[in-house]
């Protein structure tokens, strides 16, 4: 099983949003996974993704390390290295400056992630091609 809330907060002059995944069987987990595998494909072959297959990047990260065992702090830091502002569309980094995630898994626990400016923008700038 997987409930997942997000809810995000990009720039002051944009309105936050929440996202719910909600997948109660294996065959709906396989859905989620493969989806999120259609994702990293995108990116091995240099393509960027938008808004919603970031958040979906992070969503199956956060599970995998969960169902790892791997601690909330370890998750956070190492979440902030997932994605580059070259990997997303334009707009992608300031629309994802918090996100806020609720996850329950197979155990039943709520677990609370929160990502502080997950896509670095450090030297981000728009270029005209």
Known sequence: ??????????????????????????????IFINSAIMT??????????NINEAILVYSSFIVSELRNDIPIEQIQKNASHL??????MIGVPETLRKMSFEVMLDDGHMKFIVLNTPIQISGYILKST
């Open 40 to 49: 990293k494909d995108r990116l091995d072959k240099n393509l960027k993704i």
């Open 83 to 88: 994605l580059s502002s070259e990997q997303v």
């Open 1 to 30: 099983m997987i409930y997942i809330k997000i809810t995000v907060k990009g720039e002051p002059d944009t309105s936050p949003f929440t996202k719910v995944y909600q997948y109660s069987s294996k065959s709906d987990e396989e």
